[in-house]
């Protein structure tokens, strides 16, 4: 039943304060820079050159469905005990193993995509052609899951740059000089609502794997039950601080650029808007800067990707090792390498794609959770569940549904176009 126990305060309180502590930032910055990936950076870009200030709205949803998304995710997963999948097979059997193929499979095309990503970073940044650049950033993913110290290094890789890309991107908002005011008053009242736009934007950040990376990542380390509910519920309210900050700030370093009149190409074969964006802002610098920012959300994403995507694995195994999926965990990068080399999709289309693709897997995973949280409350530790969270869950998810019924069209045209 993939249930996890709370490790006990054995050596002394504070010990456990702190090693709580730390599993909650590990959590908040794993679901963040999951969130705030190539594909968010690149989607956002491509939009907001199309949609200007208006995309304001785009952004400020995606916020709103994170916060419900996360919410209801994270406190089922604590209260439960068990990770998404188990969850869900003990509610509506076969489902949870219907849920992991499909998260399985959009965090491989995500993972592409993040791959996809880490070579248009390290392009940006050191000029090494995106193939080159993406194998590069595979093999040091690679050698991280590799390492006998994985959950270690991956705890701390993330979160040194989830903050170095939120520095490097206020610098660029700071200097792009964006329109503030107007872009505040889209945000409730946009002049055009794009639902292919935020569907694909959601998908990038809280649709697939990104709805579960956070969640699973405090279920490895223990830190679940009713006992550390309100520590997980900061924990998940901080994620989602920190991804919304992140969105706005690069929202408003690319409307600068936009609004100041330069033209960004986004349809062009390898185009790559957030690069012109960043170096119109910021001259050549820029441009290496978005090279580092770039290649740290993406390699940072494809940690997130594939330590995700393949804890999902226990739906099929319920006893599988942390070694066995470290090892599923590598073999699962090399094929996202594998697939990244062989195709001749440009980088930047396929990182809208893999948003907007797992915007469409969404809406399947909040149907089946609000299905536990109304009918289910046995699963979720004897707790009573919050019939406010529930009502805004029930919301999004029929939302969730509407966006990715007229957008699944013009999705899959992204990559034929």
Not at 188 to 209: C, E, K, N, R
Not at 303 to 332: H, P, W
């Given at each position: 039943m993939n249930q996890v126990a709370t490790p006990a305060p054995s050596s002394s309180g504070a010990d456990f304060v702190k090693s709580r502590r730390s599993s909650i930032i590990a959590a908040i910055f794993l679901m963040a820079t999951s969130a705030i990936g190539p594909g968010f950076i690149t989607q956002t870009a491509t939009f907001t050159t199309k949609l200007g200030a208006a995309f304001a709205f785009g952004i400020l949803a995606s916020v709103l469905i994170d916060f419900v998304v996360q919410l209801n995710v994270w406190r089922m997963i604590a209260l439960s005990r068990r990770n998404a999948s188990a969850l869900a097979n003990a509610a509506l059997p076969g489902s949870g193993h219907v849920?992991?193929?499909?998260?399985?499979?959009?965090?491989?095309?995500?993972?592409?995509?993040?791959?996809?990503?880490?070579?248009?970073?390290?392009?940006?940044?050191?000029?090494?052609?995106?193939?080159?650049?993406?194998?590069?950033?595979?093999?040091?993913?690679?050698?991280?899951?590799?390492?006998?110290?994985?959950?270690?290094?991956?705890?701390?890789?993330?979160?040194?740059?989830?903050?170095?890309?939120?520095?490097?991107?206020?610098?660029?908002?700071f200097v792009s000089g964006p329109p503030v005011g107007e872009a505040l008053q889209q945000m409730v009242v946009?002049?055009?609502?794009?639902?292919?736009?935020?569907?694909?934007?959601?998908?990038?950040?809280?649709?697939?794997?990104?709805?579960?990376?956070?969640?699973?990542?405090?279920?490895?380390?223990?830190?679940?039950?009713?006992?550390?509910?309100?520590?997980?519920?900061?924990?998940?309210?901080?994620?989602?601080?920190?991804?919304?900050?992140?969105?706005?700030?690069?929202?408003?370093?690319?409307?600068?650029?936009?609004?100041?009149?330069?033209?960004?190409?986004?349809?062009?074969?390898?185009?790559?808007?957030?690069?012109?964006?960043?170096?119109?802002?910021?001259?050549?610098?820029?441009?290496?800067?978005?090279?580092?920012?770039?290649?740290?959300?993406?390699?940072?994403?494809?940690?997130?990707?594939?330590?995700?995507?393949?804890?999902?694995?226990?739906?099929?195994?319920?006893?599988?090792?942390?070694?066995?999926?470290?090892?599923?965990?590598?073999?699962?990068?090399?094929?996202?390498?594998?697939?990244?080399?062989?195709?001749g999709t440009a980088p930047a289309a396929l990182l809208v794609f893999a948003g907007g693709f797992n915007g469409l897997i969404l809406p399947l995973g909040m149907t089946i959770f609000m299905i536990i949280g109304w009918r289910r409350a046995d699963l979720l530790g004897g707790v009573p569940y919050p019939k406010w969270l529930l009502v805004l869950g029930t919301a999004v998810c029929v939302l969730t549904w509407y966006m990715g019924g007229v957008s699944v069209g013009p999705i899959f045209r992204l990559l034929a176009a």
């Amino acid at each position: 039943m993939n249930q996890v126990a709370t490790p006990a305060p054995s050596s002394s309180g504070a010990d456990f304060v702190k090693s709580r502590r730390s599993s909650i930032i590990a959590a908040i910055f794993l679901m963040a820079t999951s969130a705030i990936g190539p594909g968010f950076i690149t989607q956002t870009a491509t939009f907001t050159t199309k949609l200007g200030a208006a995309f304001a709205f785009g952004i400020l949803a995606s916020v709103l469905i994170d916060f419900v998304v996360q919410l209801n995710v994270w406190r089922m997963i604590a209260l439960s005990r068990r990770n998404a999948s188990a969850l869900a097979n003990a509610a509506l059997p076969g489902s949870g193993h219907v849920l992991a193929l499909l998260v399985i499979f959009g965090g491989l095309v995500f993972n592409v995509g993040n791959i996809a990503g880490a070579g248009l970073g390290l392009s940006a940044l050191l000029g090494l052609p995106a193939k080159w650049g993406g194998l590069i950033s595979a093999a040091l993913a690679v050698g991280i899951f590799a390492s006998s110290r994985a959950g270690a290094a991956v705890d701390r890789l993330i979160i040194w740059l989830g903050l170095l890309m939120i520095a490097m991107t206020a610098y660029v908002a700071f200097v792009s000089g964006p329109p503030v005011g107007e872009a505040l008053q889209q945000m409730v009242v946009p002049q055009l609502v794009d639902w292919t736009a935020i569907t694909t934007i959601v998908g990038g950040t809280v649709g697939g794997y990104i709805t579960y990376a956070g969640a699973h990542r405090l279920l490895d380390r223990g830190t679940v039950g009713a006992e550390n509910l309100g520590a997980v519920t900061a924990g998940a309210l901080n994620g989602i601080a920190v991804t919304g900050v992140m969105r706005f700030l690069l929202f408003l370093a690319i409307l600068g650029v936009v609004s100041s009149g330069v033209v960004i190409d986004v349809s062009g074969k390898g185009a790559n808007p957030a690069a012109q964006a960043f170096q119109a802002a910021a001259g050549e610098f820029g441009l290496r800067v978005f090279g580092l920012v770039l290649w740290a959300a993406a390699i940072t994403s494809v940690i997130g990707a594939a330590y995700t995507s393949m804890s999902f694995l226990s739906a099929f195994k319920s006893d599988i090792s942390e070694r066995a999926r470290n090892r599923a965990t590598v073999v699962f990068i090399a094929v996202s390498l594998v697939v990244f080399l062989l195709m001749g999709t440009a980088p930047a289309a396929l990182l809208v794609f893999a948003g907007g693709f797992n915007g469409l897997i969404l809406p399947l995973g909040m149907t089946i959770f609000m299905i536990i949280g109304w009918r289910r409350a046995d699963l979720l530790g004897g707790v009573p569940y919050p019939k406010w969270l529930l009502v805004l869950g029930t919301a999004v998810c029929v939302l969730t549904w509407y966006m990715g019924g007229v957008s699944v069209g013009p999705i899959f045209r992204l990559l034929a176009a």
